[in-house]
């Protein structure tokens, strides 16, 4: 799962900068077998794990609760920074210029993906004063949340309008904006535009992906798809299963995976599919352009008219204009 993930984001996604956290000496003689850029972070576990088969939630949540920890540290060496769960896998787009734009658009701290508020499997934030200040919030309740069996996602929530606000439209963003300048807590609120799952357009449901039942095949030259994210899916077979299902499984799995002469870890490395199966990867090389992600057309005219300098009267009218449906009001995308 681990090495089809990095594959497409280093191959497709066109990211060279990356680093694989882990917290066993196990983990790390893998990352070195596969020559992967590693780093240990076991010292910023809250707890050790246990590895004991009746407290695996506990395990769990220790592991997932690392995620503001790195990322809270990368944020306060003024790194932007983009955290990623390993049940991803990526199309034939430029990820880290997407994510930008996406997040210059709106003129936010980072970006997510929707889920009632937020996903914490793939989110980017920037080292803003309101973007640290979140992450430090964030990070700082792990403890207590700990306590009581609560996820580093489930604990989002918790932090929405005191730590951050989300919006899916570029003009909400910016009335976000405008409100917390005007409470003079800018730099201590985030803003994060998100964005519907990559098959959302092709399902209206933010689980059919997930689900056995019926998946749908997904458009990997779709503006909207820049990744395959099965949210809803348990356990790496099935998950291989569903990626295998929309294509979107890049290893050769089946007769090419085998550790590598002397490796100590015995870790099996995967060759590339495509190696066996030529056309492996056709489908995403055969789009008619490889533009952006996440980000599609021009921005709303009154957001252009603020951006062109527009004072703070103004920017209240043009945000709550009835000529202009996104910024109105008037026009709200589904929600699941």
């Known amino acids: 799962m681990v090495q089809n993930s990095i594959y497409s984001l280093v191959k497709h996604?066109?990211?060279?900068?990356?680093?694989?956290?882990a917290w066993s000496q196990e983990d790390l003689e893998a990352c070195a077998d596969l020559n992967l850029p590693c780093a240990d972070v076991s010292g910023m576990l809250l707890e050790p794990i246990i590895t004991n088969k009746l407290?695996?939630?506990h395990d769990f949540l220790l592991m997932m609760w690392i995620k503001p920890a790195v990322m809270l540290r990368a944020l306060r060496q003024g790194y932007a920074a983009m955290f990623v769960d390993t049940d991803v896998v990526y199309t034939v787009k430029p990820l880290w210029e997407s994510y930008m734009e996406f997040i210059d658009r709106a003129e936010g701290d980072g970006a997510w993906q929707f889920e009632s508020p937020l996903n914490s499997g793939h989110f980017v934030i920037l080292p803003t004063p309101a973007g640290i200040a979140f992450a430090d919030a964030w990070n700082a309740s792990a403890p207590g949340m700990l306590?009581?069996?609560?996820?580093e996602q489930k604990a989002l929530p918790l932090l929405e309008g005191s730590r951050f606000r989300q919006c899916r439209t570029t003009c909400l963003c910016y009335r976000h904006k405008y409100e917390l300048l005007a409470n003079s807590t800018r730099d201590q609120v985030a803003i994060f535009p998100t964005y519907f799952p990559g098959y959302y357009p092709y399902t209206l449901s933010s689980c059919t992906v997930g689900s056995r039942?019926?998946?749908p095949p997904i458009d990997p030259c779709d503006w909207t798809t820049l990744y395959v994210h099965p949210i809803c899916a348990q356990g790496s077979a099935l998950k291989r299963?569903?990626?295998k299902e929309v294509g979107m499984w890049f290893v050769d799995d089946e007769e090419g995976c085998q550790p590598q002469t002397g490796a100590a870890s015995q870790v099996p490395a995967c060759r590339p599919l495509h190696w066996q199966v030529p056309d492996a990867e056709a489908r995403l090389y055969s789009c008619p352009s490889y533009g952006l992600g996440l980000v599609h057309g021009d921005v709303p005219p009154a957001i252009r008219q603020l951006r062109a300098g527009a004072n703070a009267e103004e920017a209240r009218a043009l945000l709550t204009a009835s000529a202009d449906k996104e910024c109105s009001g008037k026009h709200e995308p589904l929600h699941f």
């Open 241 to 243: 299963s569903i990626f």
């Open 55 to 57: 407290l695996l939630q």
């Open 13 to 21: 996604a066109g990211v060279r900068n990356y680093v694989a956290v």
């Open 213 to 215: 039942e019926w998946m």
């Open 147 to 151: 306590e009581q069996k609560v996820s």
